[in-house]
């Protein structure tokens, strides 16, 4: 179809448009339309037909298609990034359904199972903001702990990422203790707080090798009062023990090697800690006024 043709249709569709305003702006883009034709070539009569003919292109799908075809994407192709796309287009057409609800929190699965993990995080922190009151505002607050735990690095590097996650386990402990995750997230947190004690003790130990031993009993001292229930306490006693007899405080010595024997009598760890104290012409004697003394009576281990 020529562009003279093209023009004289439109002109023909404006005709019961009226001489009012939109009438003036319908004729303004006829006549810009007019001078853009010629630009696009021998493609105009096709561009046309699609101009003239009702367009289907942006009609929204039904939102349980959308949604099922992501279920169907997620469970049997196995492919996690296709299905959030599919959910998260629920929530682009069908922006305040319940099927949007659903589907984010399905797009956050679906994220996680991908290894995206910023992304599950965002969709899961929408969820719990959106829909704070949901039975499923537990799991969304789950996968972001999730999340942050699974990208938990070795403990030669920055624990940023296990404190994150520490964070929001404890948060999923704290707000839905009674959830099907909370048994989970405590599992999680011990391993966290394992990890966060286990750099501790590494930084402490590089710092008894240079033989700074105040800055060495720092991080002893970290693992002994926030992280006792981990497995590296029993190490964290016997250094203390070691750096305090080097420094010459005596009664934290013996303190620390009394608080591990009580606590930990067969451990290789007080054997070495016992015979360190008596190396030095003393018995290991705890002090109750002792931080050392206080931070396993606080959780009744003393």
Same mark, same amino acid.
């Given at each position: 179809m020529?562009? &003279?043709? =093209? #023009?004289?249709?439109?002109?023909?569709?404006?005709?019961?448009?009226g001489r009012g305003r939109l009438g003036r702006q319908l004729r303004l883009a006829t006549g810009l339309i007019a001078l853009a034709i010629p630009l696009s070539g021998c493609g105009t009569g096709a561009l046309w037909d699609k101009f003239l003919a009702k367009d289907d292109t942006f009609v929204d799908e039904p939102a349980d298609k959308l949604y099922n075809e992501?279920?169907?994407?997620?469970?049997q192709?196995?492919?996690?990034? !296709? /299905?959030?796309?599919?959910? %998260?287009?629920?929530?682009?057409?069908?922006?305040?359904?319940?099927?949007? *609800?659903?589907?984010?929190?399905?797009? /956050? $699965?679906?994220? $996680?199972? /991908?290894?995206?993990?910023?992304?599950?995080?965002?969709?899961?922190? *929408?969820?719990? #903001?959106?829909?704070?009151?949901?039975?499923?505002? /537990?799991?969304?607050?789950?996968?972001?702990? @999730?999340?942050?735990?699974? &990208?938990?690095?070795?403990?030669?590097?920055?624990q940023g990422r296990t404190e994150k996650a520490t964070a929001a386990l404890e948060e999923v402990i704290r707000k839905y203790p009674t959830s099907e $995750? !909370?048994?989970?997230?405590?599992?999680?947190?011990?391993?966290? *707080?394992? &990890?966060?004690?286990?750099?501790? =003790? +590494?930084?402490?130990?590089?710092? =008894?090798?240079?033989?700074?031993y105040t800055a060495a009993i720092n991080r002893f001292k970290t693992v002994v009062t926030r992280y006792q229930t981990t497995r590296h306490v029993e190490e964290a006693l016997a250094r203390l023990t070691e750096a305090y007899m080097a420094i010459g405080?005596?009664?934290?010595?013996? #303190?620390? @090697?009394?608080?591990?024997?009580? +606590?930990?009598?067969?451990? *290789?760890?007080?054997?070495?800690?016992? +015979?360190?104290?008596?190396?030095?012409?003393?018995?290991?004697? %705890?002090?109750t006024s002792s931080y050392i003394s206080k931070a396993f009576k606080k959780l009744g281990l003393g």
């Amino acid at each position: 179809m020529s562009a &003279q043709r =093209m #023009t004289l249709e439109l002109r023909r569709k404006l005709a019961n448009v009226g001489r009012g305003r939109l009438g003036r702006q319908l004729r303004l883009a006829t006549g810009l339309i007019a001078l853009a034709i010629p630009l696009s070539g021998c493609g105009t009569g096709a561009l046309w037909d699609k101009f003239l003919a009702k367009d289907d292109t942006f009609v929204d799908e039904p939102a349980d298609k959308l949604y099922n075809e992501g279920l169907y994407l997620m469970n049997q192709r196995k492919d996690p990034k !296709a /299905a959030s796309k599919k959910f %998260e287009e629920v929530d682009r057409q069908h922006p305040y359904s319940d099927w949007a *609800r659903k589907s984010l929190l399905m797009s /956050a $699965y679906a994220f $996680y199972n /991908a290894g995206d993990y910023d992304s599950c995080i965002g969709a899961a922190t *929408r969820y719990v #903001t959106l829909h704070p009151g949901s039975p499923d505002a /537990a799991y969304a607050q789950y996968l972001i702990a @999730a999340s942050h735990y699974d &990208q938990i690095p070795d403990i030669t590097r920055d624990q940023g990422r296990t404190e994150k996650a520490t964070a929001a386990l404890e948060e999923v402990i704290r707000k839905y203790p009674t959830s099907e $995750y !909370a048994v989970s997230a405590k599992a999680k947190l011990e391993g966290a *707080r394992d &990890q966060l004690a286990g750099r501790e =003790m +590494n930084v402490g130990r590089y710092y =008894m090798e240079k033989r700074d031993y105040t800055a060495a009993i720092n991080r002893f001292k970290t693992v002994v009062t926030r992280y006792q229930t981990t497995r590296h306490v029993e190490e964290a006693l016997a250094r203390l023990t070691e750096a305090y007899m080097a420094i010459g405080i005596v009664g934290e010595a013996q #303190t620390a @090697a009394a608080v591990l024997g009580h +606590n930990f009598p067969d451990s *290789r760890w007080y054997q070495d800690a016992y +015979n360190l104290v008596k190396s030095g012409g003393v018995e290991p004697s %705890e002090n109750t006024s002792s931080y050392i003394s206080k931070a396993f009576k606080k959780l009744g281990l003393g």
